[in-house]
């Protein structure tokens, strides 16, 4: 007879919208082991499985801690209560906790009360998104969460009472193998339920197999990053018209699941860690930025095709991929990483593809330019499976076509991430001056505007930093002290021609108001860009970018950058708030008018 020989969840914290994926090891007959599901559709000798869910609910309410989410809250903040702010905030789990977390707590407060002077809705303020026209709205439960039927033909409100056990009531609220937590869920114990049923006589076979969980937790959710003007500081974000060719651009190393390992990241709590839990928060706060193009870095394969490409093709986004190459990977094919770029259906179409991968560019250099007997180590230094995708798009708005009749607004999108190795720093310089040249030669074909996106490994101040904001690397550049292979000589070549500047280098240029002096402070005025874009245990700094060519666009806004009382005190990335140990960056872009030739 089929028999269920192990039930066990991967994670015993359950989150709001993360999908509940039981474990169930099964045995044939035959006495063969295995763990597919067994539907009443494909039963095995006469066998299926019944699956359900219950909420156990206590007489008692309980309260979870805003900071320490798998905690029960045991005191809350009044000054959140009468400041409106939203309950699930206002709530911690000892005097230590409230302590600790006050730098950033009070932000809260500042902010409700900034609000309420500006225009007497601090909600819509401090946790609002933003819509394709950089106007604040709240996402609902619809927009964020998927589908929560968890496997009924229609939710179950009221739940089914299945029994009362004396300040305790069990209630049915999912009858499929998985289940995805609702707010209701908030601080109760879920309990699965697994039983093998006679086909025929629809009976429960044998004793049923059960897992209690933990008590459901919310999803934690940092306050959202507001667009900040550059061009006028004393205009709200929210109020610029995007109908005259304006356009977004998002960059964001979203941590690839085969290295957010507890080895790595040790003090993030497994739960947050999680791929089930970091999907869906990496999701929300993407779609929640409401980019026009957004260009993703470390997106393995089977997460494109099975999460990202169809979850963000529900929100109107076209989606090309380039996984990066395998000549190094040892690991499944399916697991690799590599660059995603999505665009807005109805901002833009595609026109081309370009995949750039450097190991055949190291091929074609070793080729040309290293002795035989000299190039497997050439190779061996070179070939890191590195890979940049660069798409040209044609856009469906503004007014472009009125200097140039009939001529299309066109622009040009590399999306990439660099070699990571502190130690290659030839090969990080190389890759950047490969892909450079590849783009000039696309803008020497067309009249385009380029955009350089990605996490390219280089500090500030670093030569490839260097070459991509000043065209150049200084001959006497330290960095060009590390070329064993000769590839870097002469210095006179390694340049570009593209007019690219830093986008994030706007808030150092322009001068402005309250919001934008706040922001300024978050930028190094030794060389222009974000104090950091990466924030770990072991690092913090800035090593992604967004560059443009000034020659035929502006940056209208930036969004705004973070700071350490937005990380809280003594918290590295990720966090249960931010799912990667990056930040997104993200650009505003007006084309410029074009001229005659």
């Given at each position: 007879?089929?028999?269920?020989?192990?039930?066990?969840l991967?994670?015993?914290?359950?989150?709001v919208?993360?999908?509940?994926?039981?474990?169930?090891?099964?045995?044939?007959?035959?006495?063969?082991?295995?763990?597919?599901?067994?539907p009443?559709?494909?039963?095995?000798?006469?066998?299926?499985?019944?699956?359900?869910?219950?909420?156990?609910?206590?007489?008692?309410?309980?309260?979870?801690?805003?900071?320490?989410?798998?905690?029960?809250?045991?005191?809350?903040?009044?000054?959140?209560?009468?400041?409106?702010?939203?309950?699930?905030?206002?709530y911690?789990?000892?005097?230590?906790?409230?302590?600790?977390?006050?730098q950033?707590?009070?932000?809260?407060?500042?902010?409700?009360?900034?609000?309420?002077?500006?225009?007497?809705?601090?909600?819509?303020?401090?946790?609002?998104?933003?819509?394709?026209?950089?106007?604040?709205?709240?996402?609902?439960?619809?927009?964020?969460?998927?589908?929560?039927t968890?496997?009924?033909?229609?939710?179950?409100?009221?739940?089914?009472?299945?029994q009362?056990n004396?300040?305790e009531?069990?209630?049915?609220?999912?009858?499929?193998?998985?289940?995805?937590?609702?707010?209701?869920?908030?601080?109760?114990?879920?309990?699965?339920?697994?039983?093998?049923?006679?086909?025929?006589?629809?009976?429960?076979?044998?004793?049923?197999?059960?897992?209690?969980?933990?008590?459901?937790?919310?999803?934690?959710?940092?306050?959202?990053?507001?667009?900040?003007?550059?061009?006028?500081?004393?205009?709200?974000?929210g109020?610029?018209?995007?109908?005259?060719?304006?356009?977004?651009?998002?960059?964001?190393?979203?941590?690839?699941?085969?290295?957010?390992?507890?080895?790595?990241?040790?003090?993030?709590?497994?739960?947050?860690?999680?791929?089930?839990?970091?999907?869906?928060?990496?999701?929300?706060?993407?779609?929640?930025?409401?980019?026009?193009?957004?260009?993703?870095q470390?997106?393995?394969?089977?997460?494109?095709?099975?999460?990202?490409?169809p979850?963000?093709?529900?929100?109107?986004?076209?989606?090309?991929?380039?996984k990066?190459?395998?000549?190094?990977?040892?690991?499944?094919?399916?697991?690799?990483?590599?660059?995603?770029?999505?665009f807005?259906?109805?901002?833009?179409s595609?026109?081309?593809?370009?995949?750039?991968?450097f190991?055949?560019?190291?091929?074609?250099?070793?080729d040309a330019?290293?002795?035989?007997?000299?190039?497997k180590?050439?190779?061996n230094?070179?070939?890191?499976?590195?890979?940049?995708?660069?798409?040209?798009l044609?856009?469906?708005?503004?007014?472009?076509?009125?200097?140039?009749?009939?001529?299309?607004?066109?622009?040009c999108?590399?999306?990439?991430?660099?070699?990571?190795?502190?130690?290659?720093?030839?090969?990080?310089?190389?890759e950047?001056?490969t892909?450079?040249?590849?783009?000039?030669?696309?803008?020497?074909?067309?009249?385009?505007?380029?955009?350089?996106c990605?996490?390219?490994?280089?500090?500030?101040?670093?030569?490839?930093?260097?070459?991509l904001?000043?065209?150049?690397?200084?001959?006497?550049?330290?960095?060009?002290?590390?070329d064993?292979?000769?590839?870097?000589?002469?210095?006179?070549?390694?340049?570009?021609?593209?007019?690219?500047?830093?986008?994030?280098?706007?808030?150092?240029?322009?001068?402005g108001?309250l919001?934008?002096?706040?922001?300024?402070?978050?930028?190094?005025?030794?060389?222009?860009?974000?104090?950091?874009?990466?924030?770990?245990?072991?690092?913090?700094?800035t090593?992604?970018?967004?560059?443009?060519?000034?020659?035929?666009?502006?940056?209208?806004?930036?969004?705004?950058?973070?700071?350490?009382?937005?990380l809280?005190?003594?918290?590295?990335?990720?966090?249960?708030?931010?799912s990667?140990?990056?930040i997104?960056?993200?650009?505003?872009?007006?084309?410029?008018?074009?001229?005659?030739?």
């Amino acid at each position: 007879m089929l028999s269920v020989l192990r039930v066990h969840l991967p994670s015993d914290i359950p989150i709001v919208g993360c999908e509940l994926s039981p474990y169930v090891l099964l045995r044939r007959p035959d006495l063969t082991v295995f763990t597919d599901d067994v539907p009443e559709s494909s039963p095995v000798e006469g066998h299926f499985l019944r699956y359900k869910w219950y909420r156990i609910q206590s007489d008692k309410r309980v309260a979870i801690c805003s900071i320490h989410p798998s905690e029960q809250a045991t005191l809350q903040c009044l000054g959140c209560v009468k400041a409106k702010i939203p309950v699930a905030k206002s709530y911690h789990c000892s005097p230590k906790c409230f302590s600790d977390a006050w730098q950033h707590h009070r932000v809260l407060h500042e902010r409700a009360a900034s609000a309420v002077a500006e225009n007497g809705n601090e909600e819509d303020e401090m946790f609002g998104r933003f819509d394709s026209n950089n106007n604040n709205q709240t996402l609902s439960t619809s927009q964020s969460l998927p589908s929560l039927t968890n496997g009924v033909s229609a939710p179950l409100y009221p739940p089914a009472v299945t029994q009362r056990n004396g300040g305790e009531t069990w209630f049915e609220v999912g009858r499929s193998k998985t289940y995805t937590p609702t707010a209701d869920d908030i601080g109760h114990v879920l309990k699965f339920e697994c039983v093998v049923v006679d086909v025929e006589t629809k009976s429960p076979v044998g004793s049923s197999n059960t897992i209690l969980t933990s008590r459901v937790i919310p999803a934690p959710s940092p306050s959202p990053r507001r667009l900040i003007s550059v061009t006028n500081a004393d205009v709200a974000a929210g109020n610029l018209d995007s109908s005259m060719g304006n356009f977004t651009v998002l960059s964001y190393n979203i941590l690839s699941d085969t290295y957010a390992t507890s080895d790595l990241y040790g003090y993030c709590p497994s739960w947050a860690l999680s791929w089930p839990y970091r999907r869906q928060n990496l999701l929300r706060e993407i779609v929640g930025y409401r980019a026009d193009i957004v260009c993703l870095q470390e997106v393995q394969s089977n997460h494109f095709e099975e999460f990202f490409a169809p979850e963000l093709d529900k929100h109107g986004y076209q989606a090309l991929y380039k996984k990066k190459t395998t000549e190094v990977f040892n690991g499944s094919i399916m697991t690799i990483d590599g660059c995603a770029t999505f665009f807005r259906r109805d901002r833009f179409s595609h026109v081309k593809k370009y995949e750039v991968e450097f190991n055949k560019a190291a091929q074609s250099l070793t080729d040309a330019l290293v002795p035989s007997a000299q190039k497997k180590t050439a190779l061996n230094r070179l070939v890191k499976d590195n890979v940049a995708l660069i798409v040209v798009l044609e856009a469906k708005f503004g007014d472009h076509g009125v200097d140039n009749p009939g001529k299309r607004q066109l622009v040009c999108v590399a999306n990439t991430h660099v070699n990571v190795q502190q130690d290659l720093k030839d090969v990080k310089l190389w890759e950047v001056h490969t892909l450079l040249k590849g783009l000039e030669k696309i803008a020497a074909s067309a009249d385009i505007p380029m955009l350089v996106c990605g996490d390219f490994n280089s500090v500030p101040g670093s030569a490839p930093h260097a070459l991509l904001a000043i065209g150049k690397v200084d001959p006497m550049h330290p960095d060009l002290a590390v070329d064993p292979l000769g590839i870097l000589r002469p210095t006179a070549k390694l340049t570009h021609t593209l007019p690219l500047v830093s986008a994030y280098s706007s808030f150092a240029r322009i001068g402005g108001g309250l919001g934008y002096e706040q922001q300024k402070r978050r930028v190094d005025p030794a060389t222009n860009e974000p104090l950091f874009t990466n924030c770990t245990r072991d690092f913090i700094g800035t090593i992604d970018y967004i560059f443009y060519s000034a020659d035929s666009l502006t940056v209208e806004s930036l969004l705004e950058l973070l700071d350490e009382d937005s990380l809280r005190k003594d918290t590295a990335l990720p966090s249960p708030e931010w799912s990667s140990d990056h930040i997104a960056l993200m650009a505003e872009f007006r084309c410029k008018p074009r001229t005659r030739r």
